[in-house]
């Protein structure tokens, strides 16, 4: 069982979004989906972004199914007319500083990974995108474990001219 989504942090508000490549490593970004409800607000478009994450496995796989299906059952990803409902009721998740008053962030956590969903309840953009990250402890232990450079590169100087 999932627990329910919940509000962020207001320091979280950049897991809600793309950044570059060296903030999502080290966030332990490992992907995100993309979705809408199409122009009738009642289809569903969904799309997985993945970020070559050594967290992507199996095993995350299998979770994430498990939790996007959680989250759907919390009627958020029904309809855009019922992601407005949902969103509407908690106020106190629109992200400051986003692009739109009406952009919501919502977060979720199992064990090993941390989920943020972003949510825009309207036509003209889209309506979701699901954040997946592991766990802040389980990317400081890979960083940990990860090989470094070798000492010649570290030590690399520029050509004398």
């Known amino acids: 069982m999932f627990e ?12 809600f979004y793309s950044g570059s490549a060296e903030q999502e ?5 490992i992907g995100h989906l993309r979705g809408d409800f199409g122009r009738s607000g009642e ?4 799309t997985w972004f993945p970020r070559r994450s050594p967290f992507e496995t199996t095993a995350f796989k299998e979770e994430l199914g498990k939790v996007f299906q959680a989250i759907g059952d919390q009627d958020v990803l029904k309809s855009r007319q019922q992601m407005l ?4 009721k908690h ?3 629109r992200i400051n500083g986003a692009w739109s008053t009406d952009v919501y962030g919502f977060r979720m956590e199992t064990p090993e990974h ?5 949510c825009f309840p309207f036509a003209g ?12 402890e389980r990317v400081a232990e890979q ?6 450079a070798p000492a010649a590169q570290k030590n690399k100087t520029e050509p004398q001219r």
């Open 4 to 15: 329910k989504l919940q509000s962020a942090a207001p320091d979280e508000a950049a897991y």
């Open 25 to 29: 490593i080290g966030r332990g970004c």
């Open 43 to 46: 289809e569903f478009w969904v």
């Open 85 to 88: 409902r949902f969103c509407s």
């Open 91 to 93: 106020p106190e998740t």
């Open 114 to 118: 941390r989920y943020f969903l972003r």
């Open 125 to 136: 953009d889209y309506n979701f995108y699901l954040y997946c990250y592991a766990r802040p």
């Open 143 to 148: 960083q940990r474990q990860a090989p470094s």
